[in-house]
């Protein structure tokens, strides 16, 4: 056992400070260099490779410090450190001994196995956090939200700032908006989805232009029925974008030149709204529906 230890130590030894003094050496942009050269041309590789270079960096360069610092202590506290292994090895050999020796055999393959599956699992999860650190950094899902256009994004972050948690939100858009609901919890949302866009898959940047409902087309019983606080509208494709009323939210228009700066000017409709029950609108006649939801 002694020998053993003392071969791991120098391993560990070999790899952790000659690493440690490289990674601490060279710059970051060194690396960031290393992984843009390895990756694909397209703007969406190079920028996760710089990203991600970053990250690994950074990652080596508190992992292979600590590596160092216990391989030093092993060797400064050897004694302890053999008599520790030895004492560790025995107790889980007989731990693990049954009265049969297939059956303590198999016991044993299959505790080296689920050692082995919880280390590829680490790994793994390791890898895939250095992978999505271009686009999360230390923010969470709910915050980021991933795999989404930074239109919807604007606009889950405008909906939820402007209105209240338990909001009840009748959403008109010409997209399949079902992953607001998760987004906006715990408010509630409603997007009827018009019957000639149920079983059509969207394309991005609106290449095929979904049928869609306008507030027009919602009849009373509809409205009464969901009774909601708010109505957003939210419009991008060709088909419903109104180019006169992209200025007619004010709290939507400051919301976007707080982000984005005082000159922005909003290329496709959102208007929020809350609404107004029939009984309090004089002479409230629906318009003629082209679909019922």
């Known amino acids: 056992m002694s020998r053993l230890v003392r071969l791991i130590l120098i391993l560990m030894l070999l790899i952790s400070v000659p690493g440690t003094v490289y990674v601490w050496l060279m710059p970051v942009e060194y690396f960031q260099t290393w992984m843009i050269e390895r990756a694909n041309p397209d703007q969406y590789s190079q920028f996760a490779a710089h990203e991600q270079g970053q990250a690994l960096t950074v990652l080596l360069r508190i ?27 025995q107790t889980l050999k007989r731990l693990t001994s049954l009265q049969q020796l297939g059956r303590t055999y198999l016991f044993r393959v299959l505790l080296i196995s689920w050692f082995i599956l919880g280390l590829v699992h680490f790994v793994g999860g390791v890898s895939r956090r250095i992978e999505d650190w271009p686009w999360y950094h230390f923010r969470a899902g709910s915050e980021m939200m991933p795999n989404i256009s930074d239109s919807n994004r604007d606009v889950i972050r405008f ?89 007619e939210d004010t709290r939507w228009l400051e919301f976007m030149r707080s982000q984005y700066g005082p000159d922005y000017q909003p290329s496709f409709n959102v208007r929020l709204k809350k609404y107004q029950k029939p009984e309090s609108l004089p002479d409230a006649t629906p318009q003629k529906q082209e679909a019922t939801p």
């Open 63 to 89: 992992l292979l410090p600590l590596l160092a610092i216990l391989t030093i202590a092993g060797f400064i506290f050897y004694p302890r450190v053999v008599q520790l292994a030895t004492h560790s090895w």
């Open 159 to 247: 909906v939820k700032e402007a209105t209240e948690d338990d909001a009840r939100i009748l959403v008109l858009s010409d997209q399949k908006l079902f992953f607001l609901s998760y987004y906006l919890l715990p408010r509630k949302l409603f997007h009827p989805l018009h019957p000639e866009s149920e079983f059509v898959l969207p394309k991005e940047f609106q290449q095929r232009q979904l049928k869609a409902y306008r507030l027009s087309d919602l009849d009373t019983d509809y409205m009464e029925q969901i009774s909601p606080d708010y109505i957003l509208e939210y419009y991008e494709g060709k088909d419903y974008l109104e180019n006169d009323r992209l200025l």
